[in-house]
């Protein structure tokens, strides 16, 4: 004789959102993917003859420039931080608010790095006239592509915030994403920029 | 059979060279001074992976332990909300 199921099963809280479990576990495999290329830099600069790792022509890289950016992204990340409380509370309008700075923030960043490429592009610096010049478009294009998807993230975020339809696992899954971004950009920054 | 196994034991301990590297791939070192940067590198990507998915499995742990616990003391609560039976009859007789 079959056992008769007694009521319904209890309903379970779900731990960790299954979507920011993923994103942790994608962000576990891009953390190693950049410590690849940060290590093949490090060892490449490290066996490198003396002055042979610089750019051409002179030109060195926007360090300082690039200092103002990072400070544009690492405020950024501290805006969804705000975000994510406002939202917490139930404060959605506010929330929507500091998402879409983080987002505007975010974008700012990108824009400024592409600027920065632009200047050094029409200096005669690319990918193939020197290893150092390799190294720096494939890095820190890299982290641009990553900062962009996240940028489309948030976005998205935005907009569903806004029309009220926005589901705690996605914001949490975008803002996963955005604080992988946003962590690792120091590193890359003081380990390819000086 | 123990006393010829710890002379050839011996034996290859000696007969073996006179410097060995644990690190696998610091023998790739070139000429330059960069065999830091390979002993660095490969201790940074031995101990990332480890440190990461540590860091990923012990947070779910502890989301779950949270989880738990409010799944428990929320149980408890409509347990003592709920009436007892005796009570129940109590406040039907009245």
């Known amino acids: 004789m079959p056992m008769a199921l007694v009521g319904e099963p209890p309903k379970r809280r779900a731990a960790v959102p299954s979507g920011v479990l993923g994103m942790l576990l994608f962000v576990a495999a891009e953390v190693m993917f950049f410590a690849g290329l940060i290590s093949a830099f490090t060892i490449t600069r490290a066996g490198a003859p003396p002055l042979a790792w610089s750019l051409p022509g002179g030109v060195v890289l926007p360090a300082v420039e690039t200092a103002f950016n990072s400070i544009v992204l690492m405020m950024s990340g501290v805006v969804l931080v705000v975000a994510h409380w406002r939202l917490r509370r139930g404060e959605d309008a506010k929330a929507a608010r500091a998402l879409l700075a983080a987002t505007i923030l975010g974008a700012a960043f990108v824009l400024l790095q592409g600027r920065e490429w632009w200047g050094l592009l029409s200096r005669g610096v690319t990918m193939q006239t020197s290893t150092l010049g390799a190294f720096f478009y494939l890095i820190v294009g890299t982290h641009a592509l990553h900062a962009a998807c996240a940028i489309v993230g948030l976005g998205v975020a935005w907009w569903r915030l806004r029309r009220g339809a926005l589901p705690a696992g996605f914001f949490y899954t975008a803002e996963t994403f955005w604080y992988f971004v946003v962590a690792i950009w120091p590193v890359i920054y003081f380990r390819v920029y000086f | ?94």
């Open chain 2, 1 to 94: 059979m123990v006393f010829r196994t710890l002379v050839v034991a011996l034996a290859l301990l000696f007969a073996a060279p006179a410097s060995a590297l644990a690190c696998p791939v610091c023998g790739l070192a070139g000429p330059g001074n960069n065999g830091w940067a390979y002993l660095a590198m490969t201790l940074m990507l031995s101990a990332l992976p480890v440190g990461i998915l540590g860091g990923v499995l012990f947070w779910v742990y502890r989301r779950t332990k949270e989880a738990e616990e409010a799944a428990e003391a929320e149980q408890s609560r409509r347990a003592s909300a709920a009436p007892t039976r005796r009570q129940a009859g109590v406040e039907a007789v009245r």
